[in-house]
């Protein structure tokens, strides 16, 4: 038995313990990323495919005439041809959960960030303005408490469920939204009441068709101009021009992102080269914590030794049938 990890550098830097893999199945080709045609070669003898956010597409799934199971080392599964997966029986299976400690601790992080201005009271000390200051402590920015401020969650699944576990031991008020343009259900607000009422808006949901630019001008409209937007979740929820705009008229106070659209982004990116001070942007790490990484391996493994025994494993069923592509 034969498997590949087609972008074994986007989990690791050498500090992974893949001893759970190779009890699941072995050998392993471990490759730190693979092209198109890396693909088409690296998995026809495989019976075994893993990729994080490599494709894995038609040409290449009909010439894997050995390949029994596509493992995505994520939860989102957008980047294998489903269709040409079920229509030569390969199932494909996806990580769930792994990084819910480490996203959630990142969306703190950034949230306290922007509250307590810590980017700009860092900057402070390194130019001096510490040093300089008549008092012992210069208030030359405003420090907001977590304490009683109303925290909007768009998206609650387990990590919408886990921050909001962790705000409410912040003192925060959790207000859940339901989907745009629905009557909510029992225990969730309107869509649009969230935007209103929110002092912070956490984006905790999955990249569909629906969820497009999710947040663009008419939703920072609806924002205090106080209120603050935190998103782990994808770049293309949030209309990046829309943003910058409402931050640099401080239509809103400030912003946090983890994702943007263009990931990696290119040296001539817009958002990055006009950085407003009002944004916190960080690349993609909020899922990245080594736990994080190494649960993820661990589950992986796990999917792969419950497959060949012929127990339940996380298969993606129904993949065909849903919008939305699943949330890291």
Known sequence: MRAVFLDFGSVTRGD???GSMERAISPWQYFDDSSEQDVL?????????VSNKVYIGHEAIV????????????????NIDLAA???????VCNVRGYATPSVVQHVFMLMLNLARHF?????????????????????????????????????????????????????MQ???????GK???????AFDDVMRDADVITLHCPYSQETHQLISRREFELMKPSALLINTARGQLVNEADLLHSLRTHRIAGAALDVIQEEPPGADNSMLRQLPPNL?????????????????????????????????????MDALHSSAAGQR
């Open 280 to 316: 916190i942007v960080t690349p993609h790490i909020a899922w990245a914590s080594r736990e994080s990484r190494q649960r993820l391996l661990d589950q992986l493994a796990g999917n792969i030794r419950h497959f060949f025994r012929n127990e339940p494993f996380n298969q993606i």
């Open 183 to 189: 009557l909510p259900c029992p225990g969730r607000m």
């Open 63 to 78: 010439a894997a005439k050995h390949l029994k199971l596509i493992c995505v080392a994520a939860t989102g599964y957008n």
């Open 119 to 171: 980017v700009d009271y860092q900057a402070l000390v390194k130019e001096g303005g510490w040093q300089a200051s008549r008092f012992f402590c210069p208030l030359d920015y405003d420090i907001q408490e977590l304490s009683g401020k109303k925290l909007g969650i768009i998206g609650f699944g387990e990590l919408g469920q886990a921050v909001a576990e962790v705000a409410r031991a912040f003192g």
């Open 16 to 18: 992974m313990d893949c």
């Open 174 to 180: 959790v207000l859940i939204a339901d989907h745009k």
């Open 85 to 91: 997966a079920a229509e030569h029986a390969v199932p």
């Open 41 to 49: 070669e690296r998995i026809q003898s495989a019976d075994v495919a």
